[in-house]
Each structure stands twice: as C-alpha cells, then as structure tokens.
C-alpha cells in the first residue's frame, strides 16, 4: 500500500490543523493505521492509531484531548485532526499502515508516508 500525507503547515499556538492521509489500493481496511511525528534529533514518537474497522483508536497521553483521528474507507483516506495545537506539537508528521491488529511503535507498521511538515508558532 502506498500513503500520501498532506495537510501540514505553519499555524499559530491554538490553532488546528488536519492532515489527511490517502492509500491506494482497495485493501485499506485491512490495515491499521497510524499517525506518529519526529522531531530532527528525536526518534519517532507516537501520536495516534485506529483499527481496521474504524472502532477504536488510541491516543498518545501528550495529544489525548487534543487530537482525534477517523477514516473514511469510501476514500482510502485516514484523517487527523489536530486541535489546540502547542509549540511541542511542531514535528514531521508521518501515516502508517500496518498489518497488526494494533500497535503504538513504529515497529508495528510496513509502510510510510513521506511526511508533512507541521509547525507552531508561539
């Protein structure tokens, strides 16, 4: 499968922002899919995950409250939205699919998006 990651940019502390994910191909459903960030310097961190039917997601505890991510399997697409959004939360954000039923490491996940730039200005 491949990912697309869009929707990064520059954004005031407060603001939102939502990134957007798009998979190919017509096995999306079969994949968990996750959201992490890095920051230069940083390993990759977690940030969020929903299962394959779209029923549970997971949080991260630095974002819980904050941000929420949903799929739209008509699209092939999983979404981020980010709310309230911190200086801290200023990294590249990646999408992930993997084969697991679930997972919160990198470990989990086969494939990756190339990446979108947020940042927040304080």
């Known amino acids: 499968v491949q990912l697309q990651a869009s929707g990064g940019g520059l954004v005031q502390a407060g603001g939102s922002l939502r990134l957007s994910c798009a998979a190919s191909?017509?096995?999306?459903?079969?994949?968990?899919m996750g959201w992490f960030r890095q920051c230069p310097g940083k390993e990759r961190e977690f940030v969020a995950a929903?299962?394959?039917?779209?029923?549970?997601?997971d949080y991260a505890d630095s974002v819980k409250g904050r941000f929420t991510i949903s799929k739209d399997s008509a699209k092939n697409t999983v979404y981020l939205q980010m709310n309230s959004l911190k200086p801290e939360d200023t990294a590249v954000y990646y999408c992930?699919?993997?084969?697991?039923?679930?997972?919160?490491?990198?470990?989990?996940?086969?494939?990756w998006g190339q990446g979108t730039l947020v940042t927040v200005s304080s």
């Open positions: 191909g017509r096995t999306f459903n079969r994949y968990v």
């Open positions: 929903i299962n394959r039917s779209g029923g549970t997601t």
């Open positions: 992930a699919a993997g084969s697991a039923i679930y997972s919160n490491t990198p470990l989990g996940y086969a494939y």
